[in-house]
């Protein structure tokens, strides 16, 4: 997956009622209210860490740099490892274990 593809699918699955659309070359959250439609821009998680930080933190993934190896993550969960993946960007890699989890 592209951090495009990754960004879209860790909105979907924090906010699965709302519809996630490409609006003008951006992710957004599509609302419809009683004046049309309204849109709220999709966090960047793959490159913030003001975004994925809290995710990171709430859901317990642990990120270890493997020095030239990139970065890997973790989610242990009821003493075991449920989750991991590597990628050379650690958001990248933390957003992809989140997408692994099961809420």
Not at 57 to 62: A, C, H, Q
């Amino acid at each position: 997956m592209n951090n495009y593809e990754i960004n879209k699918a860790v909105a979907e699955k924090l906010r699965p009622r709302l519809k996630v659309i490409n609006h003008k070359g951006k992710l957004v959250w599509d609302y419809t209210d009683h004046h049309g439609f309204l849109y709220s821009t999709v966090p960047d998680y793959c490159s913030s860490w003001g975004d994925a930080g809290p995710i990171i933190e709430e859901y317990g993934i642990t990120l270890v740099n493997m020095y030239c190896h990139g970065w890997e993550c973790h989610v242990i969960e009821k003493g075991d490892e449920a989750c991991n993946n590597s990628n050379k960007l650690p958001l990248v890699a933390a957003m992809s274990v989140f997408l692994e989890m099961e809420l």
